[in-house]
């Protein structure tokens, strides 16, 4: 059981530039997250997918997108990359977004670099 | 704005010893409580989650809720220095869950020195 995992774990862009953060989880949960954490901010939530075929905004939304390709995989795309997006991101899962009490599972995360 | 507050610290204790990590949060409804601890570098992980007033405890950790008073706190008992890390308290308020957002504090760096 690998739990959660996520590609790459390290990424420099160019101010501009476009990629994709891909996470996956074996754990059969329904509801999957994505967060950005930076120093003396704590976790902020980006998008969060409550079960196959939906997507919510949380916190910090503007300037990413997100897919949840099938139950296992839930990917987060930056657009046009812009210095503060320099963060490293968390994607995160749980059984169930509903029910009482879910506990999420962390990613190892990806340390991304714009300039 | 539901928000959950933590002191940054750090907070230094001598091996051995407990560490009282507390946590307050503004939302009274809130109805579940988690505790996570993240290394520098790595990812949170779980330590243990309470939702009853009262004291949980699991090994060496015990979580504490007040409801009445907003307050949660972790201590961990015989302090080792690999306990050295930012513990992290989360809290699902009043209609959260299918809204997907539990609230995190910003976290208490904790040192424990040999």
């Known amino acids: 059981n690998a739990g959660v995992t996520q590609t790459p774990k390290f990424q420099v862009l160019k101010t501009g530039q476009s990629m994709t953060l891909q996470c996956a989880q074996d754990m059969n949960h329904n509801s999957m997250y994505w967060y950005r954490q930076d120093p003396g901010m704590g976790l902020r939530l980006i998008y969060y997918?409550?079960?196959?075929?939906?997507?919510d905004k949380g916190e910090v939304p503007n300037g990413y997108n997100v897919s949840r390709l099938n139950k296992r995989e839930f990917s987060l795309r930056l657009e046009s990359a812009a210095p503060s997006q320099t963060s490293v991101y968390f994607c995160?899962?749980?059984?169930?977004?509903?029910?009482?009490?879910?506990?999420?599972?962390f990613g190892p995360g990806t340390r991304l670099t714009v300039l | 704005q539901k928000e959950v507050e933590q002191n940054s610290g750090p907070l230094s204790v001598p091996e051995g010893a407990i560490a009282s990590l507390n946590c307050t949060y503004s939302d009274r409804g809130s109805q579940s409580f988690f505790w996570y601890r993240q290394y520098s570098g790595k990812s949170p992980e779980l330590i243990m989650f309470i939702y009853s007033n009262g004291d949980k405890e699991d090994g060496r950790f015990t979580a504490q809720l007040n409801k009445a008073s907003q307050y949660v706190s972790l201590l961990i008992r015989d302090s080792q220095p690999s306990d050295s890390a930012t513990y992290l308290c989360?809290?699902?308020?009043?209609?959260?869950?299918?809204?997907?957002?539990?609230?995190f504090g910003k976290g208490t760096k904790l040192s424990v020195k040999p």
């Open positions: 995160a899962s749980s059984e169930d977004g509903a029910s009482f009490p879910d506990t999420q599972y």
């Open positions: 997918s409550a079960s196959e075929g939906t997507t």
């Open positions: 989360a809290v699902w308020p009043e209609g959260g869950g299918s809204q997907g957002n539990l609230i």
